[in-house]
């Protein structure tokens, strides 16, 4: 089994930025592909981010040009880099690893408040 630690949300004004941090640890061996999601309140859980273990990333039209996902394979880590913050991306931020002999992992999720 696989455990996802994620860190890095909070408060932040709009057209600020954060940046997410979630780290695997126990079974992640064989990790093929790590991802963001969201869920606000009301909302279904959405894909933000994904990239795979070859680098390979994907994204929600409303992110892209503003969220950068990136992969440290060694640490076994994935971040999000959110700038140009709104409003409409306030939301808990999870962590989703995919793993071959894993399956699907979640970590606890991370609050990300964007408001002035």
């Known amino acids: 089994q696989v455990q996802l630690v994620e860190s890095g949300g909070g408060l932040v004004q709009p057209g600020g930025s954060l940046r997410l941090s979630c780290a695997a640890s126990?079974?992640?061996?064989?990790?093929?592909?790590m991802a963001w999601y969201r869920q606000a309140p009301g909302s279904q859980r959405e894909l933000v981010a994904a990239i795979t273990s070859g680098g390979s990333t994907r994204y929600t039209d409303s992110v892209k040009g503003r969220f950068t996902i990136s992969r440290d394979n060694a640490k076994i880590s994935v971040y999000l880099q959110m700038n140009n913050l709104k409003p409409d991306d306030t939301a808990v931020y999870y962590c989703?690893?995919?793993?071959?002999?894993?399956?699907?992992?979640w970590g606890q999720g991370t609050q990300v408040t964007v408001s002035s």
């Open positions: 126990g079974s992640s061996f064989g990790i093929i592909e």
């Open positions: 989703k690893a995919t793993g071959i002999s894993s399956g699907t992992s």
